[in-house]
């Protein structure tokens, strides 16, 4: 049972650092090496102001969004988070299950500790699968056909993160992958050379380049989100390329330290890309106001990390329902006292910017 204290998406990561052991909990929560993005990322909305406006009809209103050509019943998604199983024994099916009940759009990890078939097999709209290209082209070639017949929509490709980031706190906490919990997808793929330096490494020779983005949209018929762009540059480049959405993140800030936070870059993304495609963004939503200035800073749509984990390890997919469900209710009751009655008519109008 979920405690009656439980009031916001902040007191899930208390119930859930009480339930996970101090290794994975400092997986969950950690950003690289000093963690300043991923603390910048929690504060960047704060300075933000919504200016409320009075007296507006509300009588149709709504948060649906259509994406790729499929409609949403509102604009917040699961993001792609790996080893769901580390937070709880039904993993990323209780998450599933939990996205699914608040008809969140959810994308699997390629990390994911459950076969993408497997969970392919329960969801049928709204789901998307995450992809890092492999040192092995054949093999991303295979993972690729395996989520189009299992019915994924769309590919997320994280472009952030050529190698992982500098995990100190993971590393000062001591945390080892249990021996139960493995990346099941990648089963089967040939090794790779274990890296010694990094420049000169087999990982950096063989890290994606534009020409992998345009070589992937060239082996796929689901449109691909480029994951992880924080420069209009590659935003552009990115559709460029063949992608067909954006996704503004530094990746929760667990990949390069110091990047600018996704919600300050938004604005001159979005410009660019000029809707000729959809923009998503994560990174610190921990709000529905957050939800309301991103939407009014550009996005179409927003990511949830952490947050989902927590509830997942505190309550299950019962609570990855209910944090889906507080953002959900907390964007509406946003858009009804900032007087924003549709998704169409959220504009950076109603913020009085101070980033
Ligand atoms: N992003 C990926 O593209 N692939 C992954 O496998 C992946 N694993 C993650 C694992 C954990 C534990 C966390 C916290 C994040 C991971 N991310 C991954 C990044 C998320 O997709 C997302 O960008 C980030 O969590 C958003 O920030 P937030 O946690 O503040 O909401």
Not at 5 to 28: F, N
Not at 130 to 135: A, K
Request: net charge negative.
């Amino acid at each position: 049972a979920i405690p009656s204290h439980v009031a916001s998406v902040s007191d899930y990561r208390e119930l859930a650092r009480e339930r996970v052991e101090p290794g994975a909990w400092a997986y969950l929560e950690g950003g690289a090496a000093d963690e300043i993005s991923a603390a910048q990322n929690l504060t960047s909305f704060d300075s933000c102001r919504i200016i409320p406006r009075h007296f507006r009809d509300f009588s149709n209103a709504h948060t649906r969004t259509e994406l790729f050509g499929r409609r949403y019943a509102h604009p917040i998604f699961v993001a792609p988070t790996a080893y769901h199983r580390l937070f709880h024994p039904e993993g990323e099916l209780a998450s599933l299950l939990g996205a699914t009940a608040l008809e969140a759009g959810f994308t699997l990890s390629t990390l994911a500790s459950a076969s993408l078939e497997e969970i392919g097999a329960q969801k049928t709209a709204g789901l998307w699968f995450q992809l890092y290209i492999q040192h092995d082209r054949e093999f991303t070639l295979e993972l690729v056909g395996r989520a189009e017949k299992a019915g994924y929509e769309a590919l997320v490709l994280t472009a952030d993160a050529p190698l992982s980031g500098l995990r100190n706190r993971e590393q000062r906490a001591g945390f080892q992958m249990p021996a139960h919990i493995s990346a099941v997808n990648l089963k089967g793929m040939r090794p790779q050379a274990p890296a010694q330096q990094i420049f000169g490494s087999e990982l950096l020779k063989q890290s994606p380049t534009w020409n992998d983005l345009a070589w992937l949209a060239e082996n796929t018929r689901l449109p691909i989100i480029l994951k992880g762009v924080l420069h209009p540059d590659d935003a552009r480049s990115a559709l460029d390329h063949g992608a067909s959405g954006i996704i503004v993140s530094n990746h929760g800030g667990r990949i390069l330290d110091t990047t600018p936070t996704p919600f300050e870059v938004l604005p001159v993304i979005a410009k660019a890309v000029a809707g000729a495609a959809p923009v998503l963004v994560d990174g610190g939503i921990r709000r529905g106001s957050d939800i309301f200035k991103a939407l009014c800073s550009g996005a179409d749509a927003v990511m949830i990390g952490r947050p989902i984990l927590h509830g997942l390890a505190a309550a299950g997919a019962v609570g990855v329902a209910h944090v889906i469900k507080m953002l959900r209710t907390e964007l509406e009751m946003t858009m009804a006292l900032a007087g924003c009655p549709d998704l169409s008519s959220v504009n950076p109008g109603f913020l009085l910017e101070k980033r």
